[in-house]
Structure formats: structure tokens, C-alpha cells
């Protein structure tokens, strides 16, 4: 119930977007959140954004999936 | 059965559709060739093994990134019988197509199914068509059987794996569930994932020209590896142990897998196949494996421990074991 | 920021801990179905020190839902002018006769939605039907649903409803100590009910009873790292709220979530399946949305809780036993013939437990 992922915003249209799970594209909504930009990281949780992420910490999501790319 | 009705859960390869199958319609019509539930059946005649088997194709949508019903009706019964170690031959073709189909996608479909059987050096042999009322069938059902010649001098079944032999995987789990669950309308979700759907039957051919000691395929398809170990420990009643850091999943396959809740051992694939042979021979195997186009990202994924109570088990990254247990329901329904 | 601490050094800090705990066993709650899986899932009890045992609490949603809410989700489903839309987790916790999944197989319109944005549309594209959605869930949720139902109004729509079965984290906790029984030495609090309520909301927490809390992410790494910090608090004697989901999580939380959230809906008493009714500890629709209760809008009250014999799914959400404590489980109780909703739901203690470790190995 908790499942929430980190995303990249890629695209914006009204309330809000299309993010994007390594390669993976879904619509999120961004109405929680102030904002948002293309190319920011979001938490999306439900099919709504919870949480934008500030550069230090999207470094950190970027990292992780750099992370699991290369066990792969 | 146990439930008044049949539910979805019937139908998804998990402990719901075992019970069905192994009490219910063995407890009606089993026979020694039939109870032994494997991909295909294994008939004599003489000194001479034919492998025969069916397999029904319902998936939606009809089209998805990396194949069609079509290609999957092929190559879901010739990997059966190459999981039997077999030599694919010859294959029926039932259709049950609903009224309204168009043309074009008839077409096409067809023309899959004729590049899938060429690829996988099969012929089309016998079919049947029937048409039904719009609103039933979906577009459209598509059953093959399929018969081939077994390689003489193989046996190769799940009463074969032995504590001590090696479990591997020719590449990434994952991809086709994820791929026709993608382009399911009401999810709106994109990926990039591709279904894996391949003819396995050269692959496992050339394992077979290797290493003669196979002792067990078996391609994961409903239910995922999860489903498929489970019934392979249940059947030669062993301990299989896997080790979650040599389990291939790409990097696509495990972000959708994060976003939609799903375990990537769980998940369908459709040109995969578990290859379980002895221990010495494992890393020749694996060689043979990566070598082939559908190898690439083989991987030695966990061995059969002891004998005992037919199990999985899973050493997590950190160092803790968990079960893993055959799926109770429906995961994904209509994915194949 | 530094990258996320490896596992084996969380371990041996766990383990160099754990031989200064002040009065073992150490007993650490932790009240989110997420954390539950992910727990059981990675083995994590298997490389923790015998001093430390980890509870589970009543953290999975479907599983405090109580009984007479899902029989009156369940009915609902069997009026055929009624869409139900559910996240999955709902669709197989037997109500009384049945669940959700068998409605559905007898002919109910039972949908399965991972948003209620799907559902929403649902009301839009079936404007003859009526769609109720089961809106379970904790803080995380809730403010989507709060939107949604906005939403819905905002289009004129007449034809959406939700069963406001949503909960607050807080109060339980706090519940769960009040009990005299408790043994909780503390909590692992939800990641991502905190992004929205922020780590500060579990401060009245340890002011009072003085037990420690760390908020921690889901991988098997981060729970570890939390468990150590944790650890850390209990050896010096030193409650607080600390985060280990730095990543995600801060003292404040999402102000505007919460805002949007309030317009909607007001917390309420409500109960608990297991540990019965808890102050405040609901979500209510305020009174211009009411007429968006779905019970409101149906003349349909749940009635009262009614356990399973043998059932022992209250004291596990408390976390006063462990699944294997219950004669039913792994017997009688199992996911394919659940008992109680701690058994079938893929978040609850027993379904867990029995999934994932319930072998010896």
C-alpha cells in the first residue's frame, strides 16, 4: 500500500504529467506539489506525485539506479 | 473442486490452477502419462519417443511490444515440446475467432505465425477454424498442439533434478508479462520492455549437443520461475536454493516491476528456459548458453540442495533466506 | 548525503549494539504493511541478533479495516447499478461470506484500480452507473483521494462515492502503548506516510511514553541502517524521532498535501479491526462532501465487529502474538482459506510471515 517510486518528470500538461520509472512511462498528478519542472524527480505514489525531490537527493535516486543497472 | 465456480485464479499458474489440474481433472481422467504433468507428453512407440502437447493462447491484447498471439501460439508449443527434449515437427492450428474480426489483423496474425513456425523449423500441419458471436472470444483464441521426436538417449524431466545440480537461466526474467500488461488499457503506462517470445527449441538442441546429462527444462511461462521451480521441487522432491544477487532482471523490467507491485520471479516469460543439469557441467552449459542469440544474459541462477519436502528458497542480498512459495492466484491474468 | 550504508556494516553495528541493549529483549514495532513484506521478504529477522525481535503492528489497511465494512463494501457490489473500484489489496479479505474476488466471479462489477484517478473515470465514462470507491489507506493516500473527490465535484459529477475507510498512523501508535501489556520498546515508523505527515508528527510520541522512533525507507539495506540507529537511541537512553529516509522524508512533511487533504476530510474516531474504536484516528468527509459517502448515500451502516472464532488477528496487530502463535495458522488459516484479513492480505503480519518464512530452514 506504502508503493511509491521515484520519477522523473518528462513531460507537463495541466495538473500534471508524465514521469518516467528507467524507461518505464506513466501519467502522475502533481497537485500536492509546488513547481514542478521538466526533468525534476517526484515520488509517486497512487498515481500522484507526494514529494519533489531537491538536487542532492535526485543525485542520490540517480545513483541507486545507476546501482542496480550495473548488478545487471 | 473446493470453490463453487472458477475464478481467474483458476487459470494463473499458481497453487489455485495446480489443485484444479493435479485433483480435480487428474482425479477424472488421470493415466500414468497424463499424471506426470510435464510440458509434454512422452508416448512410445517402439524404441521411438514422440512428444506430444497442447497449449491454448487467450492473451490480451492480441498485438504487444515484441510479438502477437500468433508468434505466441508457436512458440508456447515448441518450446513444450523442446522442453521435453524434443525436436519440434509438426503443429495444429485451432482458431476460434469472433465475429467482426477485421481482415487485416487475421492477416497479420497469420503472418506471424507463419515467421514464428519458419524460424523454429515446424510446419503447420492440420487446423480448424470456428467463428463465434461478437462479444465472445475477445477477437480471437488460437490453440496449437504440437508433436516432435524426442532425442534419443535423453531423459529429461523435474524427477530428475538431484541435489547438487546447478539451476540456470538463459537471460532476464520478467519481460513479457510486463510488456502485454503495459499496453492493457486503464494502466497508462509506457515501457520500452519488450516480451521476450521466442522459439527456444535450437537452444535447447544445442545444450542437449553438449552436455547429454540435462536432467531437467522447463520454460517459465505463467506463474513465472517462482511457479515453475515450485512444481519442479514439488515433482523430484527437492530443496532448490537461488540467490537473489544472480537473478538477471533488466533494469526496465525491475522499475516496472517496483511501480506495479510485482516480484520479477513471479512474472511470465516466453522465451525463457530453466536448464537444470549436474554441477560439473554447468559452466560448459553456460558458455553453450550465452553464445546462442536467445543466451545472451545466462545466468547460473541456484542449485538443488538436499532431498526433502520439494521447496524454494531464496538467499536475499543481505544475507537472510526466505521462501518462495508457488503464486496462490491470479498475478496477471490473460498474459498468455 | 552519503551513499546508502552497506548491509554488512549496518549488521555489525546492529550486533555491537545489541550486547549494550539496557533491558533486553528489545521488542521494535514497526507499523506499515510495506515494511512487513520487505522485513520478511529480505530475511531480516534471520541476521538480527536474539535480543532484538522485530513486531509487527497493525500497519496493512485492508487488515484494520473492520469486518462489517467489507460485508458493506461487499454488498454494495451486489447492487448491479454499483461499480465498486478497489486497489488489489482488497479484492480477495473475506467479508463474512465472501470476498470481493467471488462477488466478482457471481457476476459483481468489481474493478481493480491503482489509483482513484482511474476510478474518477470510471464515474465519467458510466455516468448510469454509480462507482464507489473502497478509499483504504493510511496518510499517504489520502490526500489523493481528498483531490479526487474535489475533482469530482469540481466536474458536477453525481455518480462518485468513496467508503472513507482511511486511518491515521499516529494515534495507533500511541494506542498501542497506552496498552498496560505493551512491551514495545519502540517504532520503525512508515517512510512514506511520513513524506506526507513529516518526521515531527511522532514527537508527541516519544515526549510521552518515551520511546524511541526512526523513520526508515524499505530496502533491506535502509531498515537495517534504521534498525541501527535506532539501536544507537536505545543504548544511550536517548528517545527521539530520527530519519534514516533522508532521501525522502523531513521534520515538516508536505504542508500542501495536508492542507488538501483537511479541506476534505477531518479525523474522526474510528475503529480498528483488532484493537477497536481509537480516537481521531479515521477520516470522516466534512460536511460539504458528505454526500459523497458512499454508506451516506446508500443508508448503509456497517454493523459491528464480529470475530472469527479461534481468529487471534487483533492480538497480532497488536503485536502481542506472533503468527505461529495462532493454532489456526499455517492449518486452518491459510491464504488460500483465510480466517482473518492478517492471513490474506500480502501486507498483513500472517501472510507475510507464512509466505516468506514460514519453513524451517
Known amino acids: 500500500m506504502c508503493l511509491a517510486v521515484p520519477a522523473k518528470v518528462i513531460e507537463i500538461s495541466g495538473s500534471g504529467g508524465t514521469v518516467s520509472v528507467r524507461g518505464n512511462n506513466f501519467q502522475a498528478d502533481f497537485a500536492m506539489l509546488e513547481d514542478v519542472k521538466l526533468g525534476d524527480f517526484v515520488l509517486v505514489h497512487a498515481g500522484f506525485a507526494i514529494k519533489k525531490y531537491d538536487t542532492e537527493e535526485a543525485r542520490e535516486v540517480l545513483k541507486l539506479w545507476k546501482e542496480i543497472e550495473e548488478k545487471t | ?336 | 548525503m552519503t551513499a546508502r550504508t552497506p548491509a554488512r556494516r549496518c549488521i555489525e553495528e546492529i550486533r555491537s549494539l545489541a550486547e549494550k541493549i539496557p533491558s533486553p529483549p528489545l521488542r521494535l514495532m514497526e507499523v506499515c504493511g510495506t515494511h512487513t513484506v520487505s522485513i520478511a521478504r529480505n530475511g531480516i529477522r534471520d541476521i538480527l541478533p536474539e535480543n532484538i525481535s522485530l513486531l509487527s503492528g497493525p500497519g496493512c489497511p485492508v487488515c484494520v479495516t473492520p469486518d462489517g465494512v467489507i460485508d458493506a463494501a461487499i454488498s454494495l457490489a451486489e447492487d448491479p447499478r454499483v461499480i465498486i473500484a478497489t486497489f488489489g489489496d482488497m479484492m480477495k479479505v473475506p467479508g463474512t461470506e465472501k470476498s470481493l474476488e467471488r462477488a466478482r466471479a457471481e457476476g459483481a462489477d468489481v474493478r481493480m484500480v491503482y489509483s482513484p484517478t482511474d476510478a474518477l473515470r470510471f464515474a465519467r465514462e458510466y455516468p448510469d452507473r454509480k462507482v464507489v470507491f473502497i478509499a483504504v489507506g493510511f496518510e499517504t493516500t489520502q490526500p489523493g483521494n481528498a483531490l479526487t473527490i474535489e475533482r469530482a465535484r469540481a466536474d458536477g459529477l453525481k455518480n462518485f462515492f468513496v467508503i472513507p475507510a482511511g486511518k491515521l498512523i499516529p494515534p495507533a501508535m500511541a494506542a498501542l502503548l497506552e496498552d498496560s501489556d505493551s512491551r514495545i520498546g519502540g517504532f520503525i515508523c512508515p517512510g512514506h506516510v511520513s513524506v506526507i505527515i513529516g518526521a515531527d508528527a511522532y514527537a508527541p510520541i516519544v515526549e510521552k511514553y518515551g520511546k524511541p522512533c526512526v523513520v526508515a525507507g524499505f530496502e533491506p539495506e535502509e531498515i537495517l541502517e534504521g534498525i541501527a540507529m535506532f539501536l544507537g537511541m536505545a543504548v544511550e537512553e536517548r528517545p527521539e524521532v530520527v530519519i534514516q529516509y533522508r532521501q525522502c522524508v523531513d521534520r515538516a512533511g508536505n504542508l500542501r498535501a495536508r492542507e488538501i487533504l483537511n479541506r476534505v476530510y477531518h479525523p474522526a474516531d474510528s475503529e480498528w479491526r483488532g484493537l477497536g474504536v481509537i480516537p481521531e484516528s479515521g477520516f470522516e468527509l466534512n460536511d460539504e462532501y458528505a454526500d459523497y459517502d458512499a454508506f451516506r448515500h446508500f443508508g448503509i451502516e456497517p454493523r459491528p465487529s464480529r470475530e472469527r472464532k479461534g481468529c487471534r488477528c487483533g492480538e497480532v496487530l497488536q503485536g502481542k502474538v506472533e503468527p505461529f502463535e495462532c493454532a489456526l495458522f499455517s492449518r486452518a488459516c491459510t491464504p488460500e482459506h483465510a480466517v482473518g484479513p492478517c492471513m490474506v492480505s500480502s501486507e498483513g503480519t500472517c501472510g507475510a510471515y507464512y509466505r516468506y518464512n514460514r519453513k524451517k530452514m
Open chain 2, 1 to 336: 473442486m473446493k470453490e463453487e465456480r472458477v475464478l481467474l485464479a483458476h487459470g494463473g499458474g499458481g497453487t489455485m490452477m495446480h489443485n484444479l489440474v493435479g485433483e480435480t481433472i487428474l482425479g477424472k481422467l488421470g493415466n500414468p502419462i497424463l499424471n506426470a504433468l510435464g510440458d509434454s507428453a512422452v508416448l512410445e512407440f517402439g524404441d521411438r519417443r514422440i512428444a506430444f502437447t497442447t497449449d491454448s493462447f487467450v492473451v490480451q491484447p492480441l498485438f504487444f511490444k515484441g510479438g502477437d498471439i500468433g508468434k505466441l501460439s508457436v512458440c508456447g508449443t515448441v518450446n513444450d515440446l523442446a522442453m521435453a527434449g524434443a525436436r519440434p515437427l509438426f503443429l495444429s492450428l485451432g482458431f476460434i475467432v469472433e465475429e467482426g474480426l477485421e481482415g487485416e489483423i487475421l492477416e497479420r496474425i497469420l503472418e506471424s505465425i507463419r515467421a514464428a513456425a519458419e524460424e523454429a523449423e515446424v510446419r503447420v500441419v492440420t487446423g480448424d477454424t470456428k467463428v463465434v458471436e461478437k462479444g465472445k472470444a475477445d477477437g480471437i483464441y488460437i490453440n496449437t498442439s504440437g508433436v516432435g521426436e524426442i532425442r534419443p538417449g535423453v531423459s529429461i524431466a523435474a524427477e530428475n533434478a538431484k541435489p547438487g545440480d546447478a539451476v540456470l537461466i538463459n537471460g532476464n526474467m520478467g519481460d513479457h508479462g510486463i510488456a502485454v500488461i503495459s499496453e492493457r488499457e486503464g494502466l497508462s503506462f509506457e515501457t520500452e520492455i519488450c516480451s521476450d517470445c521466442a522459439p527456444l527449441n535450437h537452444l535447447a538442441s544445442r545444450i542437449l549437443d553438449v552436455c547429454d546429462e540435462v536432467h531437467c527444462f522447463r520454460d517459465p511461462t505463467r506463474g513465472g520461475v517462482a511457479a515453475t521451480l515450485n512444481a519442479i521441487a514439488g515433482q523430484a522432491k527437492v530443496r532448490i536454493e537461488l540467490f537473489e544477487k544472480d537473478l538477471p532482471v533488466s533494469p526496465g523490467a525491475r522499475g516496472a516491476c517496483d511501480l506495479l507491485g510485482f516480484d520479477p520471479l513471479y512474472v511470465p516469460n516466453e522465451g525463457k528456459m530453466l536448464v537444470i543439469c549436474p554441477e560439473e557441467r554447468a559452466e560448459t552449459v553456460l558458455n553453450e548458453m550465452r553464445s546462442d542469440g536467445y543466451g545472451r544474459d545466462s545466468a547460473i541462477i541456484g542449485r538443488v540442495t538436499e532431498e526433502g519436502e520439494g521447496v524454494v528458497l531464496l538467499h536475499t542480498r543481505i544475507g537472510g533466506m526466505r521462501i518462495v512459495d508457488m503464486p496462490y492466484g491470479e498475478q496477471l491474468p490473460r498474459i498468455c
